[in-house]
């Protein structure tokens, strides 16, 4: 059973750059679709970029230009490169991962918490 952990949160200035990891563990997520995803604390969780197993990547057009996102199928890691942060990226950040045939994402971190002050 694969499970992700996330780390890398923390509170900074606007301007600033945060980069968040997911490492997954109990078995290998190199065919998956891996995304990260945010929740703010009133609002729906949104999803703000995913990578495909062969490297396509799609991000939200609210982050587009700003984040980056990138996997190590050999480390079994998803990381999501955070730059030009606002104060509206502030979110709880979740990674998760579904299998390329499937719609939806069955597999989630715990979150970790971003804050981002004006």
């Known amino acids: 059973q694969v499970q992700l952990v996330e780390s890398g949160g923390g509170s900074v200035q606007a301007g600033d750059s945060l980069k968040l990891s997911c490492a997954a563990s109990?078995?290998?997520?190199?065919?998956?679709?891996l995304g990260w995803f945010r929740q703010a604390r009133t609002g729906p969780r949104e999803q703000v970029a995913f990578?495909?197993?062969?490297?396509?990547?799609h991000y939200a057009a609210s982050v587009k230009g700003r984040f980056t996102i990138t996997r190590d199928n050999a480390k079994n890691t998803v990381d999501l490169q955070m730059n030009s942060l606002k104060p509206e990226d502030t979110a709880v950040y979740y990674c998760?991962?579904?299998?390329?045939?499937?719609?939806?994402?069955?597999?989630w971190g715990q979150g970790t918490q971003v804050t981002v002050s004006s």
């Open positions: 998760g991962a579904r299998r390329e045939d499937t719609n939806a994402y069955n597999i």
């Open positions: 109990g078995s290998t997520v190199s065919s998956h679709i």
């Open positions: 990578i495909t197993h062969n490297l396509i990547t």
